[in-house]
Structure formats: C-alpha cells, structure tokens
C-alpha cells in the first residue's frame, strides 16, 4: 500500500514568489494536517482538515492557506514568501479527525532566497 | 498557547546505556503520541498512550503517561545504535490540532 505522497520533494524559490505542495493521504484516510520543521526544531502545526473542512489552524499568517479536495488529497499554499518560510513541511494523514495516529510523508524541503 | 516542553534536548549515550526524555505540557492532554525521526527522515509513530497512568512497553522501549495527563516519558533500556533519532512527543488538547514537543536528539556511540 503506498504511504503519504508529497509532491515536490524539494523546491527552491525566491523571496515574494509564492509556492504549492501537494500531499496524496493513505488511501482511506479522511484528515490531512500540514507541519512546518524548521532545522533542530519539532513539526509546527498548520492546519488540519477532515472531510474537506477546515478543523484546525495553527499560528501561521495569512500568507499561508491550504484546501482538502473530494478525494481527500490536499494542497497548501503560501504566498509572498520570506526567507523565513525555508523549512521542511510535512503532510500528515489519519483516518478521522483529531486523536488519532498520523502517517507522515516523506516532506518537501522549500528553500527561499 | 499550549506548550509542549521536553528535555533533555540532547542526549549522548554509549551503546548499552539507557536513556529517558521527558515531556510536559502547558495544558491537560486527552492523549500522548511519540513519534521518531531518524536523521533527514520523517516522524514515525511509536505509540499513543490515552489513559492516565498508563504504561506500555514496546521491546526496550517503556512509555508512560503521567497521572494528571500533563506529562510523559520515554524510557529505553540498554541503548543500541539503530535508537539514534530525535524523539517527539505530541498531544491533542481539547482541539484537533497535534501540538509536537521540542524533541531530544538521541546519539548513540558504539
């Protein structure tokens, strides 16, 4: 069975230029939630979406934004981006909601400069 | 906002030693999850430990949840070089939202 995909794996871009990942759940799974890991530090929440719904969002700016589409996959968007916004950002799925084991993918390592 | 805290934040042990992390947070917790991260990987899930006082065991591996469900740990008896990873802690609150601890970065010498 394949695991959490994310598309790219790694992205350069440059300050201002705003940036799509993409993350495929577990087939079955229903919530996706988005991390952001920035190097030595542990995975910052983001968001977390169920059923297409917006269930949880984390202290990000508005810059950042994400959706959930019918069959579950998911996309997180960020625009105006800053060189702080250079971070390995993780997908999670689970089957329900909250309280739940979460299947990371692999991430996609976005460098901006 | 919830704070999840752990420590130590490194731990270097020789291969055969133990080795224990604690976690704590700000707010009460419905449940507690520890994931590893093994070096340029991704976390992986451990265990989910949802009962005060609970304590489970995995191999060398012994987790145990605190009374009040503010705080956990994670104890590893006789250390080997494949344990060598960052370990996290995460809990939900009263909201979906699962908040990760700061980590201890486990190295083990041969």
């Known amino acids: 069975d394949a695991g959490v995909t994310q598309s790219p794996t790694h992205l350069i871009k440059t300050r201002g230029q705003h940036v799509t990942l993409r993350c495929s759940p577990i087939?079955?799974?229903?919530?996706v939630s988005w991390y952001q890991q920035v190097l030595g530090q542990g995975p910052q929440f983001i968001f977390q979406y169920y059923e297409k719904e917006e269930r949880g969002r984390g202290n990000f700016p508005d810059r950042f934004s994400a959706r959930q589409f019918p069959n579950y996959s998911s996309e997180l968007n960020v625009n105006a981006l800053l060189l702080g916004d250079s971070a390995l950002y993780l997908c999670a799925s689970s089957l329900v909601g909250g309280n739940t084991e979460a299947f990371f993918g692999q991430g996609t390592r976005l460098t901006v400069v | 906002g919830q704070q999840v805290m752990q420590i130590p934040q490194y731990q270097h042990v020789q291969e055969g030693e133990d080795f224990t992390t604690y976690c704590n947070s700000s707010t009460t917790l419905s449940n507690i999850q520890w994931y590893k991260q093994r070096p340029g990987g991704h976390p992986v899930f451990l265990i989910q430990?949802?009962?005060?006082?609970e304590v489970k065991k995995q191999k060398r591996l012994t987790f145990q949840f605190g009374e009040a469900k503010k705080n956990s740990s994670l104890h590893i008896t006789a250390t080997q070089t494949t344990d060598v990873g960052t370990y996290f802690c995460a809990g939900y609150s009263n909201t979906d939202k699962l908040i990760f601890g700061t980590g201890t970065r486990l190295q083990v010498f041969p």
């Open positions: 430990l949802v009962k005060s006082g």
């Open positions: 087939s079955g799974h229903k919530s």
